[in-house]
Each structure stands twice: as C-alpha cells, then as structure tokens.
C-alpha cells in the first residue's frame, strides 16, 4: 500500500503536523491520518476500549478540509 500526502495543518510547526494521506488500495478508499496521541483520561474513557493495533488521534477541523476537497475533485471527475 501506498501513501499519498494530501495535506498538513497549516498552523502546524516543525515536527509537531497532523497530516492526512489517501492510499491507493483498490478494494475500497482509505486514509491515513498521523495526529496527536489522545492520552485525556476522560476522553479515553467516553470512547472506550480500544481494539489492539489501533490508536486514537486527534486531529485539526482544518486537516479534514484536505478530504474534503479530494472528495470534492472525485465527484467532479464523475
């Protein structure tokens, strides 16, 4: 699997960026999303165990506007 980048927050500094790629798997659409641990213990506890493998991030509304606009160029090419 391949990741393309298609974005990063753009109030991010150095070394600290939530960021989101596209992969290119052709049985169905999937994105990766690099963001901040979630490490809030109440947080943690509305949401609720967390299957082993996966991770809870938090990311920027602003980083989620970069899906948006490559849903948006999808539709359009439709």
Excluded: C, H
Excluded at 54 to 61: C, D, Q, T, Y
Aim: net charge negative; hydrophobic share 30%.
């Amino acid at each position: 699997m391949r990741a393309r980048f298609l974005g990063k927050d753009p109030q991010s500094q150095v070394g600290n960026s939530p960021t989101l790629y596209a992969t290119d798997r052709t049985d169905r659409a999937t994105y990766i999303a690099q963001g901040w641990i979630v490490t809030d213990p109440q947080t943690l506890t509305d949401i609720g165990p967390v299957p082993d493998g996966e991770a809870i991030i938090e990311i920027p509304e602003d980083v989620l506007k970069y899906y948006a606009r490559r849903y948006q160029q999808e539709a359009n090419r439709a």
